[in-house]
């Protein structure tokens, strides 16, 4: 499928789409999404979920892409996360629905763009943390006529968002089951900061301590006659003990889908490989080679999250090739004692150090199998 930019402008590498070892004739910097670990991962959670008897409700903010999320609905997802507003209303637009919005809407302009959503999306759940909150979305939501679903957000000791304490929370539900335009749906709970946690035992009683908590609230709260329907959290890097404490109804994973560098170093630091396959990679081009043990390619800190650290090296290169960032659009690749050299146009891809932003750079997907490249696919929550 080829797609063209804004502007107009048709992609440069849309006529690549089918020809036999495309993948290494891209323009680059060029966003490289490989299908088949794509699907691999996406069936594998999907399958353990199953297993265990949890649903999947995976986080947009990721991939921000319908046509992932089409692949994950597909696989058995029950709904989907979204971080923001706009990258609900773009999945909505693109027909996947029961979408949950993880963070608070709080000014009048998101929440009657929510009630507008609710509209197109009956499934659509909101979160808050804050009684205000709760009375203005119950007021905007009531002059319409509308009811919306909502779930409490328990702060897991991050300190971003969340109610802080079981008492707070308690009479926020309270309070919540008293407002007309509300429903009280249940708990959301996503301890974000154990997910690279270093050392299983370590990110393990992390997170039981955290379900623990989730757990003694959950239980007061159906003592109470307000039992949640919903609890909902985790992620990719605690999924298995998430989903095996019998405490969560549904988990908000999201990087599983893609990789990165930072996940992968979670697995690898407990001595064993990664239950999920790198699917995102950056390519890049040499285009200097004038210095004796490294060269120069064109993709720099505009082009990779630089929050997880630097790429690591996948291909084109030699296995201990390391990356340095060289500027905003230059990257130094030193290929190691020994190693050859490396020319000009030779393409690297590289594993990006963190996944979601990463995707944010980018507006578009160059989907391989292999080494052709088989399609490109917008990337059509970008920036919202």
Same mark, same amino acid.
């Given at each position: ?10 992609? #440069?590498?849309? &006529? ?16 490289? /999404?490989?299908?088949?670990? @794509? ?18 409700? #995976? ?40 979408? +949950?919005?993880?963070?608070? /809407? ?8 929510? @009630? ?9 759940? @909101? ?11 119950? =007021? ?31 009479? +926020? ?17 996503? &301890? ?12 393990? *009683?992390?997170?039981?301590?955290? +379900?623990?908590? +989730?757990?003694?609230?959950?239980? =007061?709260?159906?003592?109470?006659? /307000?039992? #949640? ?20 109804? *549904? ?53 990779? &999250? ?33 190693? #050859? ?7 690297? =891809? ?35």
């Amino acid at each position: 499928m080829a797609i063209s930019r804004g502007d107009g402008m048709v992609r #440069p590498n849309c &006529a690549l789409v089918g020809s036999r070892n495309s993948r290494i004739h891209l323009d680059t910097p060029a966003l490289i /999404l490989d299908l088949d670990a @794509l699907e691999r991962n996406i069936e594998r959670m999907a399958e353990w979920a199953k297993k265990v008897g949890i649903g999947l409700r #995976p986080h947009i903010k990721t991939h921000k892409c319908s046509q992932i999320g089409r692949l994950q609905l597909a696989a058995g997802a029950r709904g989907f996360c979204c971080a923001t507003i706009g990258e609900a209303e773009v999945m909505v637009s693109a027909g996947l629905s029961n979408i +949950l919005i993880t963070s608070p /809407l709080v000014t009048d302009a998101k929440i009657e763009r929510a @009630l507008l959503l609710l509209a197109q999306d009956p499934g659509l759940c @909101l979160v808050v943390d804050n009684r205000l909150n709760a009375d203005r979305i119950s =007021e905007l939501a009531g002059r319409s006529g509308q009811t919306v679903d909502v779930l409490v957000d328990i702060d897991p000791g991050m300190h971003r968002t969340g109610v802080a304490d079981m008492r707070t929370a308690i009479e +926020l539900v309270g309070w919540i089951v008293s407002l007309k335009a509300l429903r009280f749906g249940g708990l959301q709970c996503y &301890a974000g900061h154990v997910q690279h946690m270093s050392g299983l035992d370590a990110r393990q *009683e992390a997170t039981l301590s955290v +379900l623990g908590s +989730l757990r003694v609230l959950s239980e =007061e709260l159906k003592a109470r006659g /307000l039992e #949640p329907a919903v609890v909902s959290g985790g992620g990719t890097g605690t999924h298995s003990i998430d989903g095996q404490a019998g405490v969560l109804t *549904e988990l908000q994973v999201g990087s599983y889908a893609l990789m990165d560098a930072q996940y992968n170093q979670v697995w690898t630091a407990d001595g064993r490989p990664p239950p999920f396959e790198v699917a995102l990679f950056v390519q890049s081009s040499v285009i200097s080679n004038n210095h004796t043990g490294y060269a120069t390619c064109d993709a720099g800190l505009k082009h990779f &999250a630089v929050d997880g650290g630097k790429p690591a090296v996948a291909r084109g290169a030699a296995p201990e090739a390391t990356y340095v960032y060289g500027g905003d659009c230059h990257g130094l690749v030193t290929g190691g004692p020994g190693a #050859p050299a490396l020319e000009l146009g030779d393409r690297i =891809e590289f594993v990006v150090p963190h996944c979601d932003p990463t995707v944010n750079l980018y507006d578009a997907y160059h989907c391989v199998r292999g080494d052709e490249l088989v399609d490109i696919w917008p990337i059509n929550a970008r920036g919202v």
